[in-house]
């Protein structure tokens, strides 16, 4: 079946520290998505990535398509961005189509 | 709507009863998915809705689930005959189609005792 590998699954930081998240997928990409879960529960969509860079404020997400993995970086942390990170690949064939696979998730904690 | 929304927020209920959850999706949106997330833990896939047909239904764990949606937009996410088990965040997205992003809901909290 389709595997979704994120690293590291824990990740500890002090604020302002930079960090990279990474994801593997073990099939082509065509739609590729970075999600924050903050300490509420609340998924949070950061990006939609299937190849390329894309920048938001602190956060980039970059996806070489070819060679089947992303990786998120987070540039000077804040307390804010504690949560935990999922990365989702979406298939687009056979009997799943349609179906989002996710991660196991990279758990983040920014400490002061 | 202005986005995703799930109800009840909270649900107690008891060992051997049906419980219904319901999720109004982002309007337009045509795709919409039901995952379910137990404490610590990733997203488990349920099910997925295109318009008012659901391609895929192999996650649903067992015949006491089950899923419709009506109208391209409202979905009830049913479970009959609860057990401690199902207790767990169930979680509503949506999207507009293939290539755009999902959104999802706050989630349910389900809990049973």
Known sequence: GIQVEQSPPDLILQEGANSTLRCNFSDSVNNLQWFHQNPWGQLINLFYIPSGTKQNGRLSATTVATERYSLLYISSSQTTDSGVYFCAWRSYRGSTLGRLYFGRGTQLTVWP | ?113
Do not use: M
């Open chain 2, 1 to 113: 709507g202005a986005g995703v929304s799930q109800s009840p927020s909270n649900k107690v209920t008891e060992k051997g009863k049906d419980v219904e959850l319901r999720c109004d999706p982002i309007s337009g949106h045509t795709a919409l998915y039901w995952y379910r997330q137990s404490l610590g833990q990733g997203l488990e896939f349920l099910i997925y809705f295109q318009g008012n047909s659901a391609p895929d239904k192999s996650g649903l764990p067992s015949d006491r689930f089950s899923a419709e949606r009506t109208g391209g937009s409202v979905s009830t996410l049913t479970i009959q005959r609860t057990q401690q088990e199902d207790s767990a965040v169930y979680l509503c997205a949506s999207t507009q189609g293939s290539g755009e992003k999902l959104f999802f809901g706050s989630g349910t909290q389900l809990s049973v005792l």
